[in-house]
T-cell receptor, first 111, second 116 residues
């Protein structure tokens, strides 16, 4: 079993839809959770990070962590064609600078 | 700031050849990383460094070597290239300051390598 599981997709939705992207993990020691966005033929860039459980909102993006279920989510409201990219989750324990990565979900927003 | 730069952007190698992938960062970050990314497989850590002169193996180090003589540069060496090393290679850096954002890694644009 992989430490972090993420459905690779692709996930195709119409413009304006609410998108839900998810990762599950097995290591209960993970405390820091990140979402990276990777456009085609580019390097990943950090979108959001969350510490421990709870929600964090930034514009159209909301990151949610449920440590009891070992499940994290990224919600995108009012999705735009420019949101089309691969979204990777990453996580780690406190004081461990090696991130554990999900496989990435390819998201396609249709105009 | 240019951030993290990588050269070359693309390269085709024959089996058994060697090459060095270059990585430079101008953010004075002391942590640097090399990843490979295969389709549908996420990022796999090859090697990392916590400062000049200090390197350590990641998850998939076989067939690769690194050195870190300066804070800015972290080259990755492939010896005796094999088809299994066909991948996209990313270099990243981070600065472990205080706060939850200390785990953020900044990535270069990648090097697409094909071994035939």
């Amino acid at each position: 079993q992989k430490e972090v599981e993420q459905d690779p997709g692709p996930l195709s939705v119409p413009e304006g839809a609410i998108v839900s992207l998810n990762c599950t993990y097995s290591n209960s020691a993970f405390q820091y959770f990140m979402w990276y966005r990777q456009y085609s033929r580019k390097g990943p860039e950090l979108l959001m990070y969350t510490y421990s459980s709870g929600n964090k909102e930034d514009g159209r993006f909301t990151a949610q962590v449920d440590k009891s279920s070992k499940y994290i989510s990224l919600f995108i409201r009012d999705s735009q064609p420019s949101d089309s990219a691969t979204y990777l989750c990453a996580m780690t324990e406190d004081s461990n600078y090696q991130l554990i990565w999900g496989a990435g979900t390819k998201l396609i927003i249709k105009p | 700031n240019a951030g993290v730069t990588q050269t070359p952007k693309f390269r085709i190698l024959k089996i058994g050849q060697s090459m060095t992938l270059q990585c430079t960062q101008d953010m004075n970050h002391n942590y640097m990383y090399w990843y490979r990314q295969d389709p549908g497989m996420g990022l796999k850590l090859i090697y990392y460094s916590v400062g000049a002169g200090i390197t350590d193996k990641g998850e998939v180090p076989n067939g690769y070597n690194v050195s870190r003589s300066t804070t800015e540069d972290f080259p990755l060496r492939l010896e005796l290239a094999a088809p299994s090393q066909t991948s996209v290679y990313f270099c990243a850096s981070s600065y472990p300051a205080h706060g939850p954002g200390r785990y953020e890694q900044y990535f270069g644009p990648g090097t697409r390598l094909t071994v035939t």
